[in-house]
Each structure stands twice: as C-alpha cells, then as structure tokens.
C-alpha cells in the first residue's frame, strides 16, 4: 500500500513540472524599461504636430494672419526673449504665482494637518471646504475684485485659492492613511504630540503631502495665466491678451509657448525634488 504523503509529494512534483516552461524556450521575463531612452517616445507625435502645422502654412490651408508659421513664432519668440519684453513679464508672473502659492501652501498645510489628525475639526470643517472647493477660481473673481480691488492681492489670493484645494485634500488623506502600527510603535517609545507628529506622522505621510505640493504648484500657474488673461496689466497673460488685441498672433503664440515651456520646467523640478525627498523609500525596498 503507497503512502500518502508520497502520493502528495508526488502531486506536488507533477504539478511544479507541469508548470515549467517547455525544453528550450527561456521562462518569460518582464521587459526592462529602459530610462535613458524613455525620452525619444515623447517625440513623434508633437514633431507630427509641427510638421502638421507647417505643412498647413506652406499649403495655404490656413492664413498666416490667422496661424502664423512655426519659424515666425520662434523668431518672435527669440526677439522678445532679446528685447527683455519676454524676460519682464515673466519675472512679474513668477512673483505672483510663488507668492500666493506660499499663501496656499501654508494654509493648505494646517489646514491638511488639522483636519487629518482631529475627526472633530473634520466633520465641522470638511463639509464646508468641500463647498469652498467645488467654486472655479473665475467663480471668486467677482466677489474679490468688490473686496479688495483689481491690485495684486486680487491675484494672490485667486492663486492662493488654486494651490489650497489639493494642498488641503492630499495632506488631510495622507495623514489619515498612516498606518496605526507606527504610531502603536511610538506610543511604546512614549513619544509626546509632537514627536509623533514630526518624527512618526509626517514622514510617513510625505508621498501624498507632497504630491499635493506639486499639484498645488501646478494649479497656482494654471490660475495666474486666468487671473492675468481677465485682470492685468502686465505678466505673461497680458501678453497673449496684449497680441490678441493687436491681431498679433505671433505674439500669442510665443506668450503661450513660453507658458509651456515654464511649467514644464516647475514640474520636472518638482519631481527631481520628489525623487530626493523620497529615495529612502527606495532603499528600503
């Protein structure tokens, strides 16, 4: 009579046989990415897209007048960037996004943190936020501008409000999903709040807090190109709504690629940033 363990283990060793891959062909190994020249995906389609608009120009499907061709913008862009006229208004821009992302991010932050560490200050707090969060930033601008005119603390607080909402929302989630082993960790170690917080809570939750940092940025560039294209007399929207008066769309064109380009720039700082605050999580992996 056969023993049953034997029978199982010789299941088993069927089983684990018959899931071998078959004599000869390699086991299946997951493609490795290859990050040096992940950037020459990003290519085609908007050389597809220049080569589009081009093509459009030379053929006459579309009026200079009304889509100026490629060289010319880059030659008015080139010009404004030689004159300062480009270099100014850009500097002004800058000013007023960091200024009221400051704003937003400080109220963001203990706003977040609040309503993260205390249910009590959410449940009376969150619906109204909530509320605050679902009005655009052009929804404000009637109100603000009756409150305290069309100067630059209209701008400031229209950007400040752009940065709030994900700052708030992504630092209030980050504190909740902390995982209660850590702070069962700290208790034992008889850590006062504060060291809690600073040394157990906030570390563990810098991923999404940041993350809403880097929203909160993006949202406070998006916002001044509003405010400036409804309310200024200079900066980088004033110089696409200056070009458009003046049926100079060259201009615009130039004003809107230099706003690309920029926040371009902000968010792959923000993530190299990200990337060094956070590569301690990739050690320990």
Known sequence: MKNPQNKEAAMSTDRSVSLAPPLGLPAWRAPRWRPGWSWLWAWPFPLAVLALWQLSSVLGWVPEQVLPPPAQVFQTFGDMLASGELWDNLWISLVRV????????????????????SPTVRDYLFPLFKAFAQVPVIGWLPLLMLLVGIDESLKFLLIAKAALVPITI????????????????????????????????LPAATAPIWNGVRYGLTHAWLALVVVELLASSEGIGFLIVYGRQLFQLDVVLAAVLAVGIVGFAIDKLLALTEARLLRWRRAGL
Do not use: D
């Not at 960091?98 to 560490?117: D, K, R, S, Y």
């Not at 082993?181 to 006062?192: D, K, Q």
């Open 98 to 117: 960091f200024t009221g992302f400051g704003i937003g991010l400080v109220v963001g932050l203990a706003l977040g943190t609040a309503m993260g560490l």
């Open 170 to 201: 992504n630092t209030c989630q980050g504190i909740q999903g902390v995982s209660n082993r850590f702070v069962e960790v700290a208790r034992v170690y008889r850590f006062n709040r504060w060291q809690l917080l600073t040394q157990v809570v």
